[in-house]
């Protein structure tokens, strides 16, 4: 293979190793062009393409993420994981591990890590890289990654819910769910959500969004079953989606642009947290975005017409 082969063969990986360091879709892809910039201008052939441009990734991710943080301290209202419908890179002997740090809960805890912690933590623990090339990839000792590991894992392990869920209740759970939103069914809702569940929406401040997040099964069923009637007046749709490896949706207004995405933690048979991404700097690598200030008016106008 050609240069531009090898590495058009090794993108999906690295896409998948950069979007979990960085939560970031546009990012994460940004990433990448600039690993095959600074591969494309090598002129000595590298021992390992893969362990070379992996390491490459991991460090402008690093850079990136650092950058990042102070960004996101200043965040309007809550922040979360750009969604991704799916995940590029697939390997079956860590189908596991990759499904289970793509999910907006896991991307959430790594929130927590340093960029260091969160980079040896994605190698090592999701793609399963040896410590060598670990160490080469972040520019610390063997033995410094393998502390950096101990201490990201011990943050993850905290936040871990203790109870997962198998794709098939995951998916039941998610039919009813969307089934009862669509019907505006408070009883149907509540009956699927968790005592303590919370509904968290991330507007960034360009887009509606919840005041506050909200708690409890009572609080977010007669929020739900008022929300989806309302915008459906003004054709409002949406299709039941995986969402980061978990079951969700992608709400479209009349002309098909994103609106909104809707994320759903099942945990010990029910509804535990519900994400919502409406940021619409969030959303276009979906398709072209609504604009949600203007279907907020109208879906206000007509209820009032309607009251």
Not at 36 to 44: C, G, H, I, Q
Request: aromatic content about 6%; overall charge neutral.
């Amino acid at each position: 293979m050609n240069k531009a082969e090898e590495f058009e063969e090794l993108r999906p990986l690295l896409f998948s190793i950069s979007y979990r360091i960085l939560g970031s879709v546009g990012e994460a892809e940004d990433a990448v062009q600039e690993t095959w910039l600074r591969f494309d201008a090598l002129t000595t052939p590298p021992t390992s393409t893969k362990a070379l441009l992996s390491a490459v990734v991991t460090r402008i991710s690093i850079d990136v993420l650092r950058s990042a943080r102070a960004r996101r301290e200043e965040y309007a209202g809550p922040w979360l994981p750009e969604p991704l419908l799916s995940d590029p890179y697939q390997d079956p002997a860590r189908s596991a591990e990759l499904a289970d740090s793509v999910s907006m809960a896991a991307l959430l805890l790594l929130e927590r890590l340093s960029p260091l912690e969160r980079a040896v933590f994605v190698l090592r623990e999701v793609f399963g890289f040896g410590f060598d090339e670990v160490a080469s990839a972040v520019g610390r000792s063997e033995a410094a990654c393998r502390q950096l590991l101990v201490r990201a894992r011990r943050h993850m392990e905290t936040g871990r819910p203790r109870f997962e869920a198998a794709r098939e209740e995951r998916e039941e759970l998610a039919s009813r769910f969307f089934a009862a939103l669509r019907e505006g069914d408070v009883a149907g809702l509540r009956e699927l959500l968790a005592a303590d569940v919370s509904v968290v929406g991330d507007g960034g401040g360009k887009a509606p969004q919840l005041a506050r997040t909200v708690f409890g099964a009572e609080n977010v069923a007669r929020l739900l079953a008022s929300f989806f009637p309302r915008v459906a007046r003004i054709d409002v749709t949406f299709e039941p989606h995986e969402i980061n490896g978990q079951p969700g949706a992608i709400f479209r207004d009349r002309d098909g642009r994103v609106l909104h995405i809707l994320a759903l933690d099942v945990l010990g048979g029910r509804i535990q947290t519900i994400r919502s991404v409406i940021n619409p700097d969030k959303l276009g690598h979906l398709g072209p975005v609504a604009d949600a200030w203007a279907i907020d008016r109208e879906a206000r106008r007509a209820r009032r017409s309607t009251g």
